[in-house]
């Protein structure tokens, strides 16, 4: 059964300081890496990630794959309170295009 | 353009009763899937459908079915709730099966 596991789940910082979320998974037929970001409701996208070693990068946030050892990272510099919400990592299998998630990080941004 | 859409936003049912719940996905997009989002715990795949046909479903009982019409919008239906089944049900869309998907706000049920 495909997993993903995210660490740490919780996470409080001060404004200004750098993050990084972490993310494990083994998932059949893998095909993509994504993360999004939930504020209340609906996940946001954030990126998706196919070739390894390859950064994304938006603006404070950027991220890595590493499809040999099967994991990712999500990085936030100079956070804002803005930034407080809950990171989801998702693995996409090419099988029906189905997306295995992962508990989430909630991260806490203090003024 | 619009996003996802999805109704109602909440909803309260009791124990054995059922529900449907609706999604309109993102206009081009004609891939709906559906995840049940438990508190504290990341989306769940149930569902997805592509031009009308079912193309994957998760761990889910036969309680939980769905389908998708002409115009692409979905209807998930759950028979004989359970307490457990309360939880954030979210609708995400793609233009195909394999590409990128967006989701809606979502849909809280309240089972008691």
């Known amino acids: 059964e495909d997993k993903v596991v995210q660490s740490p789940l919780s996470l409080v910082v001060h404004e200004g300081d750098t993050v990084t979320l972490n993310c494990s998974y083994e998932?059949?037929?893998?095909?993509?890496l994504l993360w999004y970001k939930q504020e209340k409701k609906a996940p946001t996208f954030l990126f998706m990630l196919?070739?390894?070693?390859i950064e994304k990068k938006s603006g404070r946030l950027s991220s890595i794959l590493d499809n040999k050892e099967l994991f990712s990272i999500l990085n936030i510099t100079a956070t804002q309170t803005g930034d407080s919400a809950v990171y989801l990592c998702?693995?996409?299998?090419?099988?029906?295009?189905?997306?295995?998630f992962g508990d989430g990080t909630t991260l806490t941004v203090k003024p | 353009d619009a996003g996802v859409t999805q109704s109602p936003t909440h909803l309260i049912k009791t124990r054995g009763q059922q529900v449907t719940l609706r999604c309109s996905p993102i206009?081009?997009?004609?891939?709906v899937s559906w995840y049940q989002q438990v508190l504290g715990q990341g989306p769940q795949f149930i569902f997805q459908?592509?031009?009308?046909?079912?193309?994957g479903r998760g761990n889910f009982p036969d309680r939980f079915s769905a389908r998708q019409f002409p115009n692409y919008s979905s209807e998930l239906n759950v028979n004989a709730l359970l307490l457990g089944d309360s939880a954030l049900y979210l609708c995400?869309?793609?233009?195909?099966?394999?590409?990128?998907?967006?989701f809606g706000p979502g849909t809280r049920l309240l089972v008691l």
């Open positions: 196919t070739s390894s070693g």
């Open positions: 206009s081009g997009h004609k891939s």
């Open positions: 998702a693995g996409e299998s090419t099988n029906a295009g189905k997306s295995t």
């Open positions: 998932v059949t037929n893998f095909r993509s």
């Open positions: 995400a869309s793609s233009r195909g099966t394999t590409e990128t998907q967006y």
């Open positions: 459908y592509y031009e009308k046909e079912e193309r």
